[in-house]
């Protein structure tokens, strides 16, 4: 079983900033990508951003030059600093993570944290 636990979501004003994490805890031998995405009301989930193990970064156009996505593999935590937020941008985030352990592969998924951006 892994657990997946977001923080950092909240409430702020258009051109603010925010930073999520996302720590993944339980039975890990390794962790593959790490990413982040959204599901604002009325629409289908959307990848925001991907990392791999080694580093390698994806990004949704709608949100290159403003966010960037790190990891810290010591701590199994990713991270999605947003600046220059926009209202379109609101939205719950989630993060997904994927790896191995001793019982095989596995995918999960974090509960979601709210993020709101005022206009």
């Known amino acids: 079983q892994v657990q997946l636990v977001e923080s950092g979501g909240g409430l702020v004003q258009a051109g603010g900033s925010l930073r999520l994490s996302c720590a993944a805890s339980g039975s890990i031998f390794s962790i593959n990508a790490m990413g982040w995405y959204r599901q604002a009301p009325g629409k289908q989930r959307e990848l925001v951003a991907v990392i791999s193990s080694g580093g390698s970064t994806n990004y949704a156009d709608s949100v290159k030059g403003r966010f960037t996505i790190s990891r810290d593999n010591a701590k199994n935590t990713v991270y999605l600093q947003m600046n220059s937020l926009k209202p379109e941008d609101t939205a719950v985030y989630y993060c997904?993570?994927?790896?191995?352990?001793?019982?095989?592969?596995?995918?999960?998924w974090g509960q979601g944290t709210q993020v709101t951006v005022s206009s």
């Open positions: 997904n993570a994927d790896g191995s352990s001793d019982y095989g592969p596995w995918d999960y």
